[in-house]
Every structure is written in structure tokens, then in C-alpha cells.
Nanobody, 120 residues
Framework: QVQLVESGGGLVQPGESLRLSCAASGSIFSIYAMGWYRQAPGKQRELVARIISGGNTNYADSVKGRFTISRDNAKNTVYLQMNSLKPEDTAVYYC??????????????WGQGTQVTVSS
């Protein structure tokens, strides 16, 4: 079983920055991809950014140039640096990871979510 624990959410004003972290733990053999999704009230969950084991990344158009995803493979941790935050970035942000367990089973796990609120 693989657990994801997120941290770093909070309340900020427009234009400010936040950094989210997500640490994976458990019976992990290898993590192929880690990413961040978000869900605003009344909207579907959407991909924000994703990074795969080779380092390739992809971003939602709405965050390109403002958000940066990075990963520390040794710590099984993914980060999301969010700059120039806008009110429309307000949402619950969820971490996601996919890979293989020590028992050679595929896994896909979600974190519990962390609230990001951008408001003046």
C-alpha cells in the first residue's frame, strides 16, 4: 500500500506564491509518475502538472509559466511551486502517484488534498 501526504496549502493574496509538497511512502519499488490535480467547487478535478520518471513534465495551459513541478526521487517527493497566484487558482489540490510496489503490483494513489485559497 502506498500513502501520499500533502502539505503547503493556505490562504494567499493574488500575485503571491505557495509551494506544495507531497511525500509518498509505503511498499514502493518504483514511481513512474507523480502529479498534481485540483478541484474547485462545482467543477471537475483537473490536471495541473505532471512529471514522469525521466523528468518530462506537462502542465495545464492555465498554469504554464507560473507553476513549476519538480521531484526528488530519493525522497519520493514531488513539489509544486506556484507563483503569481490568481483567484481562479483557488481549489483543493490533490497529489497523485503511479508506479510499482515491492510486490510488483501496479499502484495508483491519491493524497487527501490541501486547500489553496487566493483572495484579497
Amino acid at each position: 500500500q502506498v500513502q501520499l501526504v500533502e502539505s503547503g496549502g493556505g490562504l494567499v493574496q493574488p500575485g503571491e506564491s505557495l509551494r506544495l509538497s507531497c511525500a509518498a511512502s509505503g511498499s514502493i519499488f518504483s514511481i513512474y509518475a507523480m502529479g498534481w490535480y485540483r478541484q474547485a467547487p462545482g467543477k471537475q478535478r483537473e490536471l495541473v502538472a505532471r512529471i514522469i520518471s525521466g523528468g518530462n513534465t506537462n502542465y495545464a495551459d492555465s498554469v504554464k509559466g507560473r507553476f513549476t513541478i519538480s521531484r526528488d526521487n530519493a525522497k519520493n517527493t514531488v513539489y509544486l511551486q506556484m507563483n503569481s497566484l490568481k483567484p481562479e487558482d483557488t481549489a483543493v489540490y490533490y497529489c497523485n502517484a503511479g508506479g510499482i510496489t515491492i510486490a510488483t503490483k501496479d499502484f495508483g494513489s491519491w493524497g487527501q488534498g490541501t486547500q489553496v485559497t487566493v483572495s484579497s
